[in-house]
Nanobody, 124 residues
Framework: QVQLVESGGGLVQAGGSLRLSCVAS????????MGWFRQAPGKEREFVAA????????YYADSVKGRFTISRDNAKNTVYLQMNSLKPEDTAVYYC?????????????????WGQGTQVTVSS
């Protein structure tokens, strides 16, 4: 069992930056691939970024590539999402998720554990 708690969301102006954190409970964090997803009002949950258990592989949605960076610190049981050059269309609730394996990482239902989400609002 893994419990995930996100933090770091907030209100920021367009062009600004935020760093989201997701702390995991349990001693097996380093064996899980991690992902970030987001969901805007009235829209489906969408993939943002994923990172392998070792941190050696990352993958991004085209909409955030070059602006967002996913990283992890297994010693701290934490995964991060650094978000730069934020746009109003990035406004959403951001969720972190954990799963075994590193295939089809863009598919939300492939993840086993989810956090409660943190709100990110980007004003124009």
């Amino acid at each position: 069992q893994v419990q995930l708690v996100e933090s770091g969301g907030g209100l920021v102006q367009a062009g600004g930056s935020l760093r989201l954190s997701c702390v995991a409970s349990g001693r097996t964090f380093s064996s899980y691939a991690m992902g970030w997803f987001r969901q805007a009002p009235g829209k489906e949950r969408e993939f943002v970024a994923a990172i392998s258990w070792s941190g050696g592989s990352t993958y991004y949605a085209d909409s955030v590539k070059g602006r967002f960076t996913i990283s992890r610190d297994n010693a701290k049981n934490t995964v991060y999402l650094q978000m730069n050059s934020l746009k109003p269309e990035d406004t959403a609730v951001y969720y972190c998720a954990a799963r075994s394996g590193y295939t089809r990482v863009v598919v939300a239902r492939s993840y086993d554990y989810w956090g409660q989400g943190t709100q990110v609002t980007v004003s124009s």
